[in-house]
């Protein structure tokens, strides 16, 4: 596939090569040039379960407080003193692994996402 522009990472800027390993947002929205910068750019991290909580509050979801919230990926029961991940969607997890796991895809290069994003229209 001949690329017509060049790719950056979303988070870091660093160039991205045609054949060099990707990680990409479901969807292919966004390029990340490695798992840490898809974490950094994406991820939010509490101190606490019961600090996470208090963010879904606020922004609408009533009940958290008074709910048993799982790792959104591994089931895992979190618990109110624990440090825990949010993406951008709310979700909840137990680790930025959990995190990488149930909300974004790898590709093994970026010639590979082009390739989806082309034959798919993504």
């Known amino acids: 596939m001949k690329i017509e522009k060049e790719y950056y990472c979303d988070n870091c800027g660093k160039k ?3 054949y060099g390993q990707v ?4 969807g292919n929205e966004q390029l990340y040039c ?3 910068c898809l974490v950094n750019y ?5 101190r606490t379960l019961d600090e996470a909580k208090k963010y879904l509050v606020q922004r609408g979801y009533k009940n958290a407080m008074n709910e048993k919230i799982p790792c959104t990926e591994c089931e ?7 440090p825990v991940f949010k993406d951008l969607d709310d979700y909840i997890y ?3 692994e959990c995190l ?3 909300s974004y895809s790898y590709k093994e290069t970026l010639n590979d996402v082009l390739t989806e994003i082309d034959k798919y229209g993504i």
């Open 16 to 18: 991205l090569e045609l």
């Open 34 to 36: 490695s798992p840490t």
């Open 100 to 102: 990488l796991l149930y």
């Open 76 to 82: 895992k029961e979190l618990k109110a003193n624990q």
């Open 94 to 96: 137990c680790s930025p």
């Open 42 to 46: 994406e991820c939010s991290a509490f």
């Open 23 to 26: 990680y990409t947002h479901i």
